[in-house]
């Protein structure tokens, strides 16, 4: 099926596109959604995205700013406007209210409700509907969601900041600064893009830190915070427990075999405690809790460290994404190393990567890797 679009059409739908990129790591567990809408000379009348938290939805916003010029107008939206009564009314229905000639969607939507009634209710009215203009761009912005969706886990994308060899601390245990401040901001960015950052324990008992987004103005950013700590080993001290009213944060223990009085302080301090089943090694099994996630409605996880998370994930064939920080710097063999081993016994079974983008961020490098096709 080729369609021809017209470089409005294209400008439009990029508009919508970077619309939704905005509400990334706010709307979970909804997907953040970008919507245009011209009036019928082309001119834009509109402009929505997902409201944080989820609702209102892109085109509720974008009509109510149109406020009656949507009339025989196009809508550009950047997933296929849903054609369900949930917890607000269907905008398929308010698109066909509002008089819409026409309707432009990047992606459908893969959530049962909708999963192409939404665009078939909007053909039944009568408006034309044409589907697939930056779809590639639509699908990657919508991965958390459609991850969820369809295998009830979030998308799950790697962190580091590493030295040149890989490595995440010297011998002594010092890692404080590898990378310098422009990558560290960056990863401020990428956390208020996230749904959730999750952490091993070892990371917390190493750093300390407060995985928050402190770039000023987007302090109100910062996404949950999740520590993986099987035994219930953290301190109460620690900064995410200290601050854990103001940010909420949750501890991943193993089920069963906790001390009951350390799991009612715990959860004194704000903290949820979920108890995930352990795997062999005692550990709560990384596949169960990415699940358990999911269902909690987090779409979009990023995961900060350390050396044991990172290739528990990677064992299971959790990683979706790997964003790279890298200094140039050595620390050389007997500095901590980032993946802790993965027993790959031939290459064939390493997990492989592509290469999606390289970039310079002062002194270091940021490499983008997806997991390869699986
Ligand atoms: C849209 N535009 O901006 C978004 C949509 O719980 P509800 O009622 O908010 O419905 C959630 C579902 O709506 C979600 O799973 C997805 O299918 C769709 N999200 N749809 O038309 C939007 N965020
Ligand atoms: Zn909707």
């Known amino acids: 099926m080729s369609k021809t679009f017209s470089s409005a059409d294209e ?51 974008a009509l109510a700013m149109a406020g009656g010029k949507a009339g025989f107008g196009t809508a550009y939206v950047t997933l296929e406007p849903c054609s369900h009564h949930g917890k607000t009314p269907p905008c398929c229905d308010a698109l066909i209210a509002a008089g819409v000639a026409r309707v432009v969607i990047a992606c459908e939507d893969p959530d049962p409700r909708v999963n192409g009634k939404g665009i078939a209710a909007l053909r039944a009215a009568g408006i034309t509907v044409e589907t697939g203009l930056l779809e590639e761009e639509a699908l990657e912005l919508n991965e958390g969601f459609i991850l969820k969706v369809e295998r ?21 245990g010092q890692s404080k600064w590898i990378t310098g401040p422009i990558a560290r901001e960056a990863t401020h960015r990428l956390r208020a893009a996230s749904d959730a950052i999750m952490v091993g324990v070892n990371t917390v008992l190493a750093d300390d830190p407060e995985l928050t987004c402190r770039i000023p103005g987007m302090e109100d950013r910062s996404p949950l915070r999740i520590i993986v700590d099987s035994r219930l080993r953290l301190p109460l001290t620690a900064r995410v427990v200290v601050g854990a009213r103001e940010v909420p944060t949750w501890i991943i223990c193993a089920a069963g075999g906790q001390n009951r009085d350390r799991m009612a302080v715990i959860q004194q301090q704000g903290i949820e405690l979920i108890e995930i089943p352990a795997d062999n090694s005692g550990l709560p099994e990384i596949a169960a809790v990415l699940s358990e996630l999911g269902r909690r ?28 920080y890298r200094a ?38 940021v490499e983008t890797y997806y997991r390869s096709q699986r």
């Open 328 to 365: 140039p710097v050595i620390i050389g063999g007997d500095g901590l190393p980032v993946f802790q081993p993965l027993g790959v016994d031939s290459l064939d079974l390493a997990p492989r990567f592509e290469r999606r983008h390289v970039e310079a961020v002062g002194e270091d490098l």
């Open 152 to 172: 009830g886990r979030p998308l799950v994308t790697l962190k580091m900041a590493t030295s040149l060899d890989a490595r995440i601390a010297t011998h002594s």
């Open 297 to 324: 409605g987090i779409t979009r996880l990023m995961v900060e460290g350390g050396s044991h998370l990172f290739a528990s994930l990677l064992r299971a064939d959790l990683v979706d994404r790997i964003v790279w």
């Open 11 to 61: 400008e439009h739908m990029r508009a919508a596109l970077a619309l939704a990129e905005d509400g990334l790591g706010r709307v979970a567990p909804n997907p953040s959604v970008g919507c245009i809408i011209t009036d019928r000379n082309g001119v834009v009348v509109g402009r929505g995205a997902t409201r944080p938290g989820g609702r209102p939805h892109a085109e509720t916003e």
